[in-house]
């Protein structure tokens, strides 16, 4: 079969960089006078800019004057079902535990179901996922599942675990991948689809790149460190015009642990979190690999980007060690106008950092066989920001995090690329990057001028030493997060300089008012939202964002309602609520079919920790992770 490409470059975009929004921006900051650049800030310093954001946030209101945008915003929502706006239609594709195969067990809500079912089944925790077309009523799609919720897949709610319920738990990770197609009833999973696939936490996957072969991936197991055993965590994804999908491993630390008293946690592994107590998962009580002390080495293999062939259900999938070892949010790939491929990647955690891989390679248009190992070899590069007196943008650069350049050097520990590979974060340290706001998913404009990440939260900025309150990272204790924009220096993504904005910072205008809190001049009462997560843009050029915060409604998130989906036009700065989601879900995860007709969204965790959600069958069921299929009632392009 063949993949159609879903990856046409939009011609109309050039705009990007001389937005309206841009010299909004600009006239914005220095009118309200930001001191940043040296030192902390303190919020006092920004009560002086509060009547401008007042005023152009009542000129916004709910009007939509973008061209892009063409749906009328929903309000905040505390319903536990999926909101959309007037004249858009929502159905849903899969849950959780629904069947991947003919003749595989449906879902069973006992929780009692063993291993062998849920290895049949779709696994828990929808998250990152790619639409492969393969025409235009049919496609592939690849999705990650993140993590387990024990509480709702064993019956004893994981407090009473046996070797079948890891077995088990490790089923319901790693990444679906299904046939799709279109029928008289909308778009359905096909169970009988030759590609279809599950790989979990114990498929064989490859090692790849520099690392591969380093002492410090052998183990027991695997004596010459090539051969990995799953994937698990798998939180956001990319994808590649040649048609493979990325996954990206996140918080693998929390499946490791041991019971040996003697064993002391080194410190290039503390980096990561891991800790021998073992709570939440329990894999090491009952599967040896993951027990520190018996394999202390396997924690190195996991924290990669993964390749995998959707087309091809036997091909092992590739973990590519020259993008990186982190707690991985997404791949943003881009073909740079260089015929370089660049990977824009953020690592999820208070403080750490934003990276960029430039492959050494170049894209060959004209054989797609021909750039299957463009992940293999290239420059892995950290950003460093700077900021300009008194606003909130500046310049930048990407350092190179080569071995031998910039003290990665053994005296400061560093023996070989691999080792600056595998311990990514400590050599992130050695060359100075700036921490930042836990950096989630990357998005590239279409235009190409321009990229975005979006900074979480951050609870440490401000309160941490090697956190200082900063030009990218503006707000201690920051709680609503913001995102930030780059524009590469003569729109090469090659480049090692570039300029920053921050394009949006959450905060609550309605509970704070005259402080950085209330949020820059595109957040209003009626679009604020906190946590920005999930990221990505369409054809069209419109930039989706999916939350995943606090969704109290209350005290300094009043108004804010459940996690939702925002719908944003680059060239204004407006930003919509186009989706509220169920109670105590995040959504996350986000692609179209190739006519941007269709858009499938990830709702993950509905009712996690025991919120009261019976998402998506209602009455007194499970709440269960799900894909949702959001059409419009006209046939029309989303969003638009
Ligand atoms: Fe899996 Fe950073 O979210
Ligand atoms: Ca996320
Ligand atoms: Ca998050």
Redesign the pocket.
Known sequence: MSYKNSHDQCSNLDHEQDSEFTRMTDKAVSRRGFLVGTGALSLGAFIGMSPLAQSVQAAMGTEVKSKMIGFKPIAASTADSVVVPEGYNVANLISWGDPIFANAPEFDPSGKAPASTQAQQFGDNTDGMTLFPLSDERAVMAVNNEYTNNDLLFAHKGENMTADDVKKAQNAHGVSVFEIQKTSKGWEVDRSGKLNRRITANTPMELTGPAVGHDLLKTAADAEGKEVLGTFNNCANGETPWGTYLTCEENFHNYFGTADESYVVPVEQKRYGIKPADKRYQWSKFDERFDLAKNPNEPNRHGWVVEIDPMNPEAKPLKRTALGRFKHENAALMIDNSGHVVVYLGD?ERGEHLYKFVSKGKYDTSNQANNRDLLVEGTLYVAKFSATEGELKGKGEWIELTFGKHGLTPENGFNSQAEVLIHTRLAATQVGATTMD?P?WVAVHPGKKSAFCTL?NNKNRGKKDNQPVDGPNPRAGNKYGQIIRWMPANADHTSVEFDWDLYVIAGNPTVHKGSLEAGSSNITSENMFN?P?GLGFDKGGRMWIMT??KYSNKDDFAGMGNNQMLCSDPATGEIHRFLSGPIAC?V?GLTFTLDQKTMFVGIQHPGEKGKPSHFPAGGNSKPRSTIVVITREDGGVIGA
């Open positions: 999820d836990r989630e979480t946590s997560d995943d915060g995040e996350t």
